[in-house]
């Protein structure tokens, strides 16, 4: 099922515009409009779901197979030397976008540097 009003639902219908690096009836793999890195696109399901608190065990099969993918898209794209998967969740996960969806981030020569600054004395 589709949100209406969300833009990576958009995508997956292709009412808006994006650069695809997979697609099948269940996923969209695209380029980040905004890439961190050389190698940054987004994994989402086709199916709407705006957080991993709406998920249950019937998603576990599309949410398996599309971190299934990661490691053979990311190579395709050039990231053959070590990648980041990021999925941020909510408000203090820093989600942007209200529709599950998987970073991957990776390519160019030098380290990506740790996730999160860790507290002085850790």
Do not use: W
Request: hydrophobic residues 40%.
């Amino acid at each position: 099922m589709l949100d209406p009003n969300c833009l990576f639902c958009k995508i997956a219908k292709g009412d808006i515009p994006s650069r695809k690096v997979y697609e099948d009836a269940d996923i969209l793999a695209f380029h980040d409009i905004r890439p961190l890195a050389p190698v940054h696109f987004l994994l989402i399901a086709k199916n709407h779901h705006a957080t991993l608190y709406d998920v249950d065990a019937t998603d576990a099969p599309v949410l398996g197979r599309m971190m299934a993918l990661t490691g053979k898209l990311a190579r395709e794209q050039g990231a053959d030397d070590g990648f980041r998967v990021i999925v941020n969740n909510g408000r203090i996960g820093h989600q942007e976008v209200p529709h599950i969806h998987i970073h991957v981030i990776g390519g160019g020569t030098e380290p990506l540097g740790p996730m999160l600054p860790r507290p002085q004395g850790a």
